[in-house]
Nanobody, 123 residues
Framework: QVQLVESGGGLVQAGGSPRLSCAAS????????MGWFRQAPGKEREFVAV????????YYGDSVKCRFTISRNNAKNTVYLQMNSLKPEDTALYYC????????????????WGQGTQVTVSS
């Protein structure tokens, strides 16, 4: 069982650069791909970013590419999402997720989810 707890959200001005964290309670954190998704009011949950456990290769959603950076610290069982140049359309509930499979870009690929942390971007 994997428990995920996100933190770092809040109210941010447009152009801001907050960093989200997701702490995992699992012995073998380094064996999990770690992803971030987000869900805005009235919209479906969408893929934001993922970092693979073995290679450290990262993938990003088109809407955040070149603005957001995902990273992980296996010694701390934590994955981060550095968000830069925030826009009001980045306002959403941000979720951390974990899986051990090959597919990593869709909701159904993930076995474990956190409760989410709200990010609200004011213009």
């Amino acid at each position: 069982q994997v428990q995920l707890v996100e933190s770092g959200g809040g109210l941010v001005q447009a152009g801001g650069s907050p960093r989200l964290s997701c702490a995992a309670s699992v012995r073998t954190f380094s064996n999990y791909n770690m992803g971030w998704f987000r869900q805005a009011p009235g919209k479906e949950r969408e893929f934001v970013a993922v970092i693979r456990w073995s290679s450290g290769i990262t993938y990003y959603g088109d809407s955040v590419k070149c603005r957001f950076t995902i990273s992980r610290n296996n010694a701390k069982n934590t994955v981060y999402l550095q968000m830069n140049s925030l826009k009001p359309e980045d306002t959403a509930l941000y979720y951390c997720a974990a899986n051990m499979g090959l597919a990593v870009r869709t909701l159904s690929d993930y076995d474990y989810w956190g409760q989410g942390t709200q990010v609200t971007v004011s213009s």
